[in-house]
């Protein structure tokens, strides 16, 4: 069930809240309960839900015994990033 909230903003963030909401074909109401949602997810972040196909494709690769996911990874980001 939807309910009414009256907000009171700055006239030049509703402005610019609506150029964005229309850019992306959304109603300011859907933007501001979008929000809403966003940040009390982070107050339960540690109860992340984890998507059926993410947890199909859990362990599905098998790495030798021998090598070290950190080290793997380290190199990784140097060979990226340098």
Do not use: Q, W
């Amino acid at each position: 069930m939807n309910t009414k909230l009256t907000l009171k903003l700055n006239r030049r963030a509703i402005e610019r809240a609506k150029k964005y909401a229309d850019k992306n074909k959304k109603s300011l109401s859907a933007l501001v309960e979008n929000y809403f949602n966003i940040i009390t997810e982070k107050e339960n972040a540690g109860e992340i839900e984890i998507s059926p196909n993410v947890l199909e494709l859990s362990g599905i690769i098998k790495l030798p015994k021998d090598i070290s996911e950190k080290s793997e990874y380290k190199k990784h980001l140097e060979k990226k990033y340098l």
